[in-house]
């Protein structure tokens, strides 16, 4: 697995909250799998055939675990990813994990789950809006009218 400083991981994080400089950051300094992760995240089936083929096999798996795939979380602790898996069952309610986490001094880790966290409701609020509501209507149509 590729190793990621905690500057590139801060840089993760910021990039969840939307920070477009964070974003082109990870970009330039070819870190393009942390920001497929995100999009994979947010059921982006390019961005998690990317990171695939990329073989970031680690991040794939993270992205299912937050899913809750046991499969996938096992992945993860098999090959040694402990912080992506502790930051997925974090993400999955799992309070121990965060304590796991702080204890060992990956606060950047905790803050890219609460950040996660933070995504996944906003997008959920977003599909459940009257706006997005009709929005997932209209697109619901449009995959029939072929």
Known sequence: MKHYSTFVLEQFGKHIHGDIQAFNWLIDNN??????????IRDDKNAF???????????AAFVNAI???S????????????????CANFING????EEALKRAGKHHFVAIAHA????IHEDGDRNT???GVIKN??????????
């Open 31 to 40: 870190y393009r799998e942390l920001a497929a992760t995100l999009d994979a």
């Open 49 to 59: 055939k990317y990171l695939i083929e990329g073989k970031h096999f680690e991040l």
């Open 67 to 69: 899913w809750d795939d």
């Open 71 to 86: 499969k996938a979380f096992r992945f993860l602790i098999d090959r040694k990813a402990f912080d992506w898996a502790a």
């Open 94 to 97: 799992d309070d121990k994990a």
């Open 116 to 119: 996660i966290l933070g995504r």
């Open 129 to 131: 809006s009257p706006a």
């Open 137 to 146: 209507m209209l697109d619901f149509k449009k995959a029939f009218q072929k």
